[in-house]
């Protein structure tokens, strides 16, 4: 069993579209508990956690997120990110038979312009990360971001593909542009 972790400030609604896509993971048994470490959000971000059974951290320590984790291993993710096909299958047997961190593939229905590759930097959870529990409580301090986690640090790559957090939040930003010119 896994425990999700992602960190927010105001993405309500990438944080629905993420915890959406990992309801199979907790039908299936895979997901024991998702956690939502929030960094002052605004917006409807705690109540999107608390429909979903998600335990929201307006105050916290990593060190101690991680060590109450439920899932031996940590998926953490950005809001808006989910992953795609057959990742439950995939990653129920990846940590079955593996001890080290891995990271999904990047969609490829889903890339930025060659351009913006180029010039752009990958942050550490782009493409997610998967690390066992112990390794990351290991790994951190109190404060810390969470993505100081997968900074890094050799991971190999899955199959399954992961939706990057960007195209949710490309989304959104597409939908607010239309509204306030409607």
């Given at each position: 069993m896994l425990t999700v972790i992602m960190e927010?400030?105001?993405?309500?609604?990438?944080?629905a579209q993420t915890l959406s896509a990992l309801i199979a993971g907790a039908v299936e048994g895979l997901i024991s508990d998702v956690i939502i470490l929030d960094h002052g959000s605004t917006d409807e971000s705690h109540i999107v956690a608390d429909a979903a059974g998600c335990r929201f951290c307006p105050d916290w320590d990593l060190g101690e997120i991680l060590r109450s984790a439920r899932g031996e291993w940590l998926m953490l993710l950005e809001p808006g990110a989910r992953p795609v096909g057959r990742w439950v299958e995939e990653v129920a047997q990846y940590v079955s038979l593996n001890k080290s961190p891995a990271r999904f593939s990047p969609s490829r229905m889903h890339k930025r312009p060659l351009f913006k590759r180029l010039a752009h930097r990958a942050r550490p959870l782009?493409?997610?990360?998967?690390?066992?529990?112990?390794?990351?409580?290991?790994?951190?301090?109190?404060k810390r971001p969470l993505s100081d986690t997968a900074e890094r640090r050799t991971a190999r790559k899955l199959a399954i593909e992961l939706v990057p957090a960007w195209v949710a939040l490309e989304s959104r930003s597409a939908c607010e542009r239309h509204r306030a010119s409607g």
């Open positions: 927010t400030k105001d993405n309500e609604s990438e944080l782009e493409s997610g990360f998967l690390v066992r529990k112990r390794d990351a409580v290991e790994a951190v301090g109190d």
